[in-house]
Each structure stands twice: as C-alpha cells, then as structure tokens.
C-alpha cells in the first residue's frame, strides 16, 4: 500500500520486512526495482508535523541497491547499477529481445522454445552474428500463468532487432523489443 503512492499523513514509522527479496529475481532489473521500492515506501514516513523513521529488515545490507536507497542516494545507485549493467552487457547497453511462447501443455511450450532456439543458433552462426548473444531457453520465472506453461529466449546485443526482421517465426511466439522485465 505504500509503495503505490498514498499519502498517510499520520504514518510516522515504516517497517519493510525482506527489503533484499526482489534483488535476486532473474531479471536484470531487479535491483532497480528493489531501490524504487525501498525509495518510496521511505517517502512515506514523516510526511506531517511528527516526523518519521524507516526500519529496513535485509540480509543483504551492504548490497548497493539497499545501501542507496537508505540515503536516497540516486547517483550513487545510478553509478553502481550502470557499472553492472555495463559489465554484464545488459541495456542500455546493448539491446535486449524477448522471445516467449505460451502453451496449455508443458512439453509442448518446452519443444517449441527448443526447436526456436536451435534455428536461431544455426542462423545467427550462418549470418556470422557474434555479436548477438542466444540466452536459453529455459522456462519463465513465473513457470505457468493463467493456465499457460511459459518459455523464452533472449537475444541480446547492438542490434538484435535487424537480425530478427530477417527470421520468420513460428506462430505462436510473442516479441518483446527492450522489455521491462524478463520474468
């Protein structure tokens, strides 16, 4: 309730319990997500005339995510969150495609992302694509949602989106240029 921007003028105390959950999601986002987060929901302690306080409960203190959002630092979490991303090759560094396929049957979503995936290999090695990166495939975070067993693939480098104008995919598969996550 918090985080989605009430204002609760008497609240002058603010308690986030596991602060660090989100860090370790398998998305490059994740420790943005966990500073905006922990960044809002500390706005909303001492908004009136008594002041507040926030107490942030995590294992992962020194984690430079939790450490910045304690002092509402957002250049140094910029910095720190640049640097990772730089280093691990993920936007806005280099482009980022999302490929996902949805099934009722889970041997069946598995097989398409598989047969994809290993066309797409064999593609990018006749185009003499290095500089694209195939991540997968391997089922989603959220394996299953609304009844529909999920997988993807990523394509990630300078400009995976040309490469993919040239492929016709099989019907069925979702793109996503630049995803804002990879849940």
Same mark, same amino acid.
């Given at each position: 309730?918090?985080?989605?921007?009430?204002?609760?003028?008497?609240?002058?105390?603010?308690?986030?319990?596991?602060?660090?959950?989100?860090?370790?999601?398998?998305?490059?986002?994740?420790?943005?997500?966990?500073?905006?987060?922990?960044?809002?929901?500390?706005?909303?302690?001492?908004?009136?005339?008594?002041?507040?306080?926030?107490?942030?409960?995590?294992?992962?203190?020194?984690?430079?995510?939790?450490?910045?959002?304690?002092?509402?630092?957002?250049?140094?979490?910029?910095?720190?969150?640049?640097?990772?991303?730089?280093?691990?090759?993920?936007?806005?560094?280099?482009?980022?495609?999302?490929?996902?396929?949805?099934?009722?049957?889970?041997?069946?979503?598995?097989?398409?992302?598989?047969?994809?995936?290993?066309?797409?290999?064999?593609? +990018? /090695?006749?185009?003499? @694509?290095?500089? =694209?990166? #195939?991540? %997968? *495939?391997? $089922?989603?975070?959220?394996? &299953? +949602? /609304?009844?529909?067993? @999920?997988?993807? =693939?990523? #394509?990630? %480098? *300078?400009? $995976?989106?040309?490469?993919? &104008?040239?492929?016709?995919?099989?019907?069925?598969?979702?793109?996503?240029?630049? *995803?804002?996550?990879?849940?």
């Amino acid at each position: 309730m918090l985080a989605k921007g009430l204002d609760l003028p008497r609240v002058t105390l603010v308690g986030v319990v596991s602060a660090d959950e989100g860090l370790f999601l398998p998305d490059y986002r994740a420790a943005e997500r966990t500073f905006q987060v922990l960044t809002q929901v500390a706005g909303r302690a001492g908004r009136g005339l008594w002041g507040g306080r926030v107490i942030v409960q995590t294992y992962h203190p020194e984690h430079y995510a939790i450490r910045a959002a304690a002092h509402h630092d957002y250049a140094r979490f910029y910095r720190h969150e640049m640097r990772f991303r730089q280093e691990a090759a993920y936007p806005p560094e280099v482009r980022l495609v999302r490929l996902l396929y949805t099934h009722t049957r889970a041997d069946k979503a598995r097989r398409a992302a598989e047969r994809l995936a290993a066309d797409l290999r064999w593609l +990018l /090695r006749e185009a003499d @694509r290095e500089d =694209i990166t #195939l991540i %997968g *495939p391997a $089922p989603c975070f959220y394996p &299953r +949602l /609304r009844g529909q067993y @999920r997988w993807h =693939i990523l #394509l990630r %480098g *300078p400009d $995976p989106v040309t490469f993919l &104008r040239q492929v016709a995919l099989p019907g069925g598969w979702r793109v996503d240029v630049d *995803p804002l996550n990879t849940l």
